[in-house]
């Protein structure tokens, strides 16, 4: 199958509460959404990229210049039929794994379309309901923290992970354990600390957190592993597994005992296959990552979330906590026991409210042969 169009729309979402990491505070969500049309079928694919350079160095722009000069062309060129040939038709440019992985996980969605079977069969899984938590922002204050939580935990979420940075770690981690006692409880440093500040992440060994994720550089794998030597606490990476050989070569380095899987961090589903066979092979858990998608990505992410090596609850939460309404119809939503159903529609299995996403485009492009 050949692909008669691909369209991008530039749009913006307000947040229901900001949400602040070691980066800063954002109250609002822009973000690429890609259409694909192709033999009477539409296909979905959201970009992860922020209008910043922060969590990574691709921005919303940055992914429009790159889809639109040199992605889009090699995809329309492209027989769909094989999913998994996106990503190496795509070889020739370096990087941009969050434009590329847009495009890929739309393919993905057109193949699943066409065959009349949910996504996740087609990606290998077989889950039907995948276990939820939530990751929680820097607020203003212990109260406010510790408000949060409480409203997280009685919706029934599996496991709670804080963001910390210097000025806002041990107080804080020593508070929630005070407070909720020995509940699923993790911390998300951002890339925040260097190897200087090994004895403070090490006091966080008092806590037993489940794990600490990405204390160190974005690019960092060494310093990681000389970290993860000295600390009880596993270290979890997010940033700097970007590839499947990278994801090698941080266990091998024993830079981290777990991974966080970000489909558009890595470059779409087959590579982030490829990391969960990788970190399986090795007896490393993986979990799956958030990048506060709306209802579009985060049902690509709930259906990649049911293969079997995702043995540990991600970030992959419900619509409500981020975007009221959302732009697919019905929401996502956590059940009691702290999991969320797997669509089981072809596809993404799941209506996109196209009157929704026309009112919070701010910009549009057609691309086709
Ligand atoms: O989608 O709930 C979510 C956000 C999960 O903490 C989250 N994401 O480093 O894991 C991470 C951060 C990156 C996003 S920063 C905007
Ligand atoms: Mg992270």
């Not at 899984?125 to 009685?154: C, H, M, N, W, Y």
Request: some cysteine.
């Amino acid at each position: 199958m050949r692909i008669d169009r691909i369209e991008l729309r530039l749009v913006r979402l307000p947040l229901v509460h900001f949400f602040e990491t070691s980066f800063g505070r954002v109250h609002d969500k822009a973000f690429i959404l890609v259409r694909l049309l192709a033999g009477g079928l539409e296909a979905w694919g959201e970009c992860v990229a922020e209008e910043t350079p922060y969590y990574s160095s691709e921005t919303n722009e940055t992914a429009w210049h790159v889809i639109t000069g040199f992605l889009a062309p090699r995809l329309l060129a492209l027989d769909v039929d094989d999913p998994r040939q996106v990503f190496p038709a795509f070889r020739a440019v370096r990087g941009h794994n969050m434009a590329k992985a847009a495009l890929e996980m739309a393919a993905w969605d057109l193949r699943a379309r066409a065959e009349g079977q949910p996504l996740s069969r087609l990606l290998g899984g077989a889950r039907a309901r995948i276990a939820s938590g939530v990751s929680v922002g820097i607020q203003d204050s212990f109260d406010d923290l510790a408000s949060k939580i409480r409203t997280e935990l009685d919706a029934g979420y599996r496991r709670v992970k804080i963001k910390i940075k210097p000025g806002w770690d041990i107080e804080a981690v020593r508070m929630v354990r005070e407070r909720f006692g020995p509940i699923p409880l993790m911390v998300d440093a951002n890339a925040a600390y260097s190897l200087a500040d090994a004895d403070r992440l090490a006091a966080l060994d008092a806590f037993d957190l489940m794990m600490i994720e990405q204390p160190l550089d974005y690019d960092d794998v060494s310093d990681h592993a000389q970290l993860q030597r000295r600390l009880k606490t596993p270290i979890c990476l997010d940033e700097s597994v970007h590839s499947p050989r990278a994801a090698r070569d941080a266990i091998a380095a024993g830079a981290c005992r777990v991974v966080n899987i970000k489909p558009g961090r890595i470059g779409g589903f087959a590579e982030s296959i490829a990391v969960h066979d990788v970190c399986a092979a090795h007896g490393v858990p993986v979990w799956h990552g958030g990048m506060l998608e709306s209802g579009i990505g985060r049902t690509h992410n709930i259906h990649l979330s049911t293969l079997p090596n995702f043995t540990l609850p991600g970030d992959v939460a419900a619509s409500r906590r981020y975007f009221v309404p959302d732009l697919i119809d019905p929401p996502v939503d956590v059940a009691a026991d702290g999991t969320i159903a797997v669509p089981t529609a072809a596809g993404i299995g799941v209506a996109v409210d196209v009157d929704r996403v026309g009112r919070a485009t701010l910009r549009f492009e057609a691309l086709t042969p």
